[in-house]
């Protein structure tokens, strides 16, 4: 696993972010386990392709507020303390392995 700059963000996630991105994830986690109960019932395969769609979307979307936060906040932060390149080089590794 490749060693990240920071162990924490720089500015720390408000109570409404977190929250808001546990309930996205609470939501998705129950969507996962409603496909697995249509596997159990022998659904029908093209019902389970849908709902899969439904949640890489979802996952989708979760991971585009985390970077979307992290380019506003921990990435500013950076530049504006003369590391901005190291963060922008650590956020382009995780973008590449994250879109392979």
């Known amino acids: 696993m490749d060693k990240f700059l920071h162990d ?17 994830l609470k939501r998705i986690e129950g969507q996962v386990r409603g496909i697995q109960k249509m596997v159990e019932e022998d659904r029908y395969c093209m019902d389970i392709l849908v709902q899969l769609s439904a949640i890489q979307s979802a996952l ?4 585009y507020t985390v970077t979307e936060r992290h380019m506003k906040h921990c990435v500013s932060d950076a530049v504006k ?19 392979k």
């Open 8 to 24: 924490h963000p720089s500015t720390p996630r408000t109570k409404d972010e977190k929250q808001a991105i546990i309930n996205r």
């Open 60 to 63: 989708k979307q979760v991971g």
């Open 81 to 99: 303390s003369g590391e901005g390149t190291e963060t922008i080089e650590e956020l382009m590794r995780v973008l590449k392995q994250i879109s």
